[in-house]
């Protein structure tokens, strides 16, 4: 995590008594490919060097090379969900000033279409705008995915899931947060909200033995 906004591990995650040491985020999408070959991604990383997470975050993002190594060209995605629009999770929406890919819909929730600001919605939403697919609460948006909303960490926060697998984008920050869900996270729009909404959704997760594809994990995939 970039000097910008690194805080000692116990401050970010407070109650944690986490040690003083590196926390090292790893940046996770996912991308979907169903029976029929439809393709969905889940998240679009940190774009381009001179993207909004430059701030802070290890620009340029790798995802474009990702995909073409799994053999898929941004124009074949269909689907875009985005779990929400902090800078690690959305930036690589748009590349040039154009939308990355120019044949998707992109699936964001109304709440977090009504509170996007700042360069995130000046540089992605405005650009994307005519592709929007806004959804609010849970919905089905490919045959087989769905959304269901996960408020907190912002106020549109959403995770996708797609039969046993539930892409959590930042309902969970840190492996800590397994064993008590209700540690918080300095950077939750709202803490409590979002300590609630991890807790319920992880207790849920954890009766269906779920796997988690995280977000931030060293490893993305963890069965609960």
Request: a negative charge; aromatic letters at 4%; charged letters at 20%.
């Amino acid at each position: 995590m970039g000097a910008a906004i690194r805080r000692p591990p116990a401050t970010m995650f407070a109650g944690s008594a986490l040690p003083d040491e590196p926390w090292v985020l790893h940046f996770h999408c996912y991308l979907i490919r169903d029976a029929a070959d439809r393709l969905t991604l889940v998240d679009t990383g940190i774009g381009a060097a001179d993207s909004p997470a430059a701030s802070w975050a290890p620009v340029p993002g790798t995802l474009t090379g990702e995909l073409a190594a799994a053999g898929v060209e941004p124009a074949e995605v269909t689907t875009v969900i985005l779990t929400h629009l902090h800078s690690d999770h959305a930036s690589g929406t748009v590349a040039d000033g154009r939308p990355a890919f120019e044949n998707a819909r992109y699936v964001l929730q109304r709440a977090e279409l009504d509170a996007a600001n700042g360069r995130m919605l000046d540089e992605v939403v405005t650009t994307i705008k005519g592709q929007l697919h806004v959804v609010e609460g849970d919905a089905e948006v490919a045959p087989g995915v769905h959304v269901h909303a996960a408020p907190g960490h912002t106020p549109g926060h959403q995770i996708a899931r797609v039969g046993e697998v539930a892409m959590t984008g930042d309902l969970i920050l840190h492996p800590v947060q397994l064993a008590d869900p209700g540690i918080r996270y300095l950077y939750d729009d709202d803490q409590e909200a979002a300590a609630r909404t991890r807790t319920e959704v992880l207790d849920r997760l954890r009766a269906e033995h779920a796997v988690l594809a995280t977000a931030h994990f060293s490893e993305p995939f963890l069965r609960l």
